[in-house]
């Protein structure tokens, strides 16, 4: 099996796009957005702060991993065999600097690895960089408007609890806490609740920590 040994080293390889109808996708539209996150930094991010240590046996750097996650969800792909077949699209892996897509066992592998720890470094990178582009747009002053939504899962998803669920009734679910900056329309933190959770729990709690990361990154 051949492993692909193509790094990102910090950015997304940018495409030439065209419509000559030959080795056409559906996810055209991700071109743009990683030139985007190339730009802004964020493919950078994920490769200095989840460095791969490469070995004859690594097939797959972490960056890869996890952009390929972020890609998927940006598209509407969640689960991880179908992320898996996501990784296979010519266009993802030629932006990926993939030779082969990524197989179901690397991406669970891989965030087994990561742990909580793992979330907790990425939740920081990007409440930072949330905090970056606030500070960048000199606003005087913010409204931060906190909500909860719903978000059925299937099967016996960790953390997953029958709650309100509108859609699904009956269904297992998460109902996570959600903040936004209302001028910038950008969602700045969230917060994992079970979905037996009711809407208020825990959000004097969530708009402390909000408080004081606000603190922490712009003060």
């Known amino acids: 099996m051949k492993s692909t040994k193509n790094k990102l080293n910090g950015k997304?390889?940018?495409?030439?796009?065209?419509?000559s109808g030959n080795r056409l996708t559906k996810y055209a539209g991700l071109n743009p957005i990683l030139?985007?996150?190339?730009?802004?930094g964020l493919v950078q991010?994920?490769?200095?702060?989840?460095?791969?240590?490469?070995?004859?046996?690594?097939?797959?750097?972490?960056?890869?991993?996890?952009?390929?996650?972020?890609?998927a969800s940006i598209?509407?792909?969640?689960?991880?065999?179908?992320?898996?077949?996501?990784s296979n699209d010519g266009l993802i892996k030629t932006l990926l600097k993939l030779d082969k897509g990524i197989n179901q066992n690397a991406i669970s592998a891989t965030?087994?690895?990561?742990?909580q720890g793992g979330a907790r470094k990425l939740q920081e990178l990007l409440l930072g960089?949330?905090?970056?582009?606030?500070?960048?747009?000199?606003?005087?002053s913010i409204t931060l408007d906190a909500?909860?939504?719903?978000?059925t899962v299937c099967g016996n998803q960790t953390g997953a609890a029958k709650g309100y669920n509108p859609i699904k009734k009956g269904s297992r679910s998460y109902h996570p806490l959600l903040i936004f900056v209302s001028e910038?329309?950008?969602?700045?933190?969230?917060?994992?609740?079970?979905?037996?959770?009711?809407?208020?729990?825990?959000?004097?709690?969530?708009?402390?920590?909000?408080?004081a990361r606000h603190k922490k990154y712009l003060i």
Do not use: C
């Open 12 to 19: 997304a390889k940018v495409v030439k796009h065209s419509f």
């Open 35 to 40: 030139r985007f996150m190339n730009k802004q």
């Open 45 to 71: 991010m994920f490769s200095s702060s989840f460095p791969t240590h490469w070995q004859n046996a690594t097939k797959f750097g972490k960056d890869q991993i996890l952009l390929v996650i972020v890609m």
């Open 75 to 86: 598209s509407g792909v969640s689960r991880i065999k179908k992320i898996s077949n996501f």
């Open 111 to 115: 965030l087994k690895k990561m742990e």
């Open 129 to 140: 960089k949330n905090a970056a582009w606030l500070k960048k747009s000199k606003l005087a």
């Open 147 to 151: 909500d909860s939504t719903v978000k």
């Open 184 to 211: 910038l329309k950008m969602l700045y933190h969230s917060w994992f609740r079970t979905g037996s959770a009711f809407t208020s729990n825990g959000i004097t709690d969530f708009l402390q920590e909000v408080k």
